[in-house]
């Protein structure tokens, strides 16, 4: 069983940056994708961007292109999401979590992820957007 923390959340204004960090532990041979994933207050959860572990391919939902950018450190199992240019509508709880099987990172992962199952995942980490 693989365990997954987040970590790097916080309160941050308008404009600013923040990094998130997934560490995984555990059997971390069940998947090869891991995403993001985000839940806004009063909201239902939606995919922020995944990345292939064996081969670096990455994915990002329309609302952050150009601004998140995802990456993993496979010597240390933790990815990471950078997040630049931060909205309001960027606050909510941020999650990742790690697709079963050898699925690669796609749109589906982003868009779909209901179809999918998921080997495990975080606790999740608030991340507050606001001036």
């Known amino acids: 069983q693989v365990q997954l923390v987040e970590s790097g959340g916080g309160l941050v204004q308008p404009g600013g940056s923040l990094r998130l960090s997934c560490a995984a532990s555990?059997?971390?041979?069940?998947?090869?994708?891991i995403g993001w994933f985000r839940r806004a207050p009063g909201k239902e959860r939606e995919g922020v961007s995944c990345?292939?572990?064996?081969?670096?391919?990455?994915y990002y939902a329309d609302s952050v292109k150009g601004r998140f950018t995802i990456s993993r450190d496979n010597a240390k199992n933790t990815v990471y999401l950078q997040m630049n240019s931060l909205k309001p509508e960027d606050t909510a709880v941020y999650y990742c979590?790690?697709?079963?099987?050898?699925?690669?990172?796609?749109?589906?992962?982003?868009?779909?992820?209901?179809?999918?199952?998921?080997?495990?995942w975080g606790q999740g980490t608030q991340v507050t957007v606001s001036s």
């Open positions: 979590a790690a697709v079963g099987g050898k699925v690669s990172c796609g749109p589906r992962v982003v868009r779909n992820y209901y179809y999918f199952n998921f080997v495990s």
């Open positions: 555990g059997f971390t041979l069940d998947y090869d994708t």
């Open positions: 990345i292939s572990i064996s081969d670096g391919t990455t």
